[in-house]
């Protein structure tokens, strides 16, 4: 999509598409995802899809390899710092992550996106990719929730208390 007028007009033509679709019952949808245009099934006919379906993934099914707990820890880290060292992920998550790292650079969702040049050494820096935007369904990293509400809402969820790394916790 181009800037300016056409980019409206193309965002306006998808709306009324989108319109058009749901009064007429049609069980599909143009969504914006990472940047792009997709087609997608509306959510209301998941279960259908799935039964028609069962080993076809649908956009709110669970992924195929699921992520550990220390994966999605480095995961936020990465997406909520970057760009960011390795050394630095593992200074906040008190231990390493290369393995994790690895993993996560295997799937797709992170990348090498530099290196810290006035560092000795300089050290990769690593930040998120479109896959990463695909697989949890943003259309831009905008759309991550706040740091704080997010640690919030895990602390609600867990009964633990929580702290946001670099902060006081008082």
């Known amino acids: 999509v181009g ?5 409206e007009a193309v ?3 998808i ?3 989108n319109v058009f679709y749901l ?14 245009f997709q087609l997608l099934s509306r959510q209301e006919y998941i279960e259908h899809i799935r039964r028609i379906h ?3 993934e649908t956009r709110d099914s669970e992924p195929t390899v699921r992520l550990s707990q220390s994966a999605l820890e480095t995961l936020a880290i990465i997406a909520y710092r970057q760009p960011v060292t390795r050394a630095d ?3 906040i998550r008190g231990v390493g992550c290369d393995a994790v790292l690895r993993l996560l650079m295997e799937r797709g969702t992170v990348a090498a996106v530099g290196k810290k040049l006035e560092v000795v050494g300089q050290p990769r820096l690593y930040g ?11 259309g831009s990293l905008d759309e991550l929730p706040l740091r704080e509400d997010f640690i919030r809402q895990l602390a ?14 008082n």
């Open 3 to 7: 800037k300016g007028t056409r980019q």
């Open 11 to 13: 965002r306006a033509a």
């Open 15 to 17: 709306d009324e598409l």
């Open 23 to 36: 009064d007429s019952g049609r069980a599909f949808e143009i969504a914006e995802i990472s940047g792009c």
């Open 54 to 56: 069962p080993r076809r």
């Open 89 to 91: 992920i593992e200074r």
């Open 128 to 138: 998120t990719t479109v896959a990463f935007l695909a697989e949890f369904g943003l």
């Open 156 to 169: 609600e969820t867990d009964g633990q208390a929580a702290s946001i790394p670099g902060q006081d916790p």
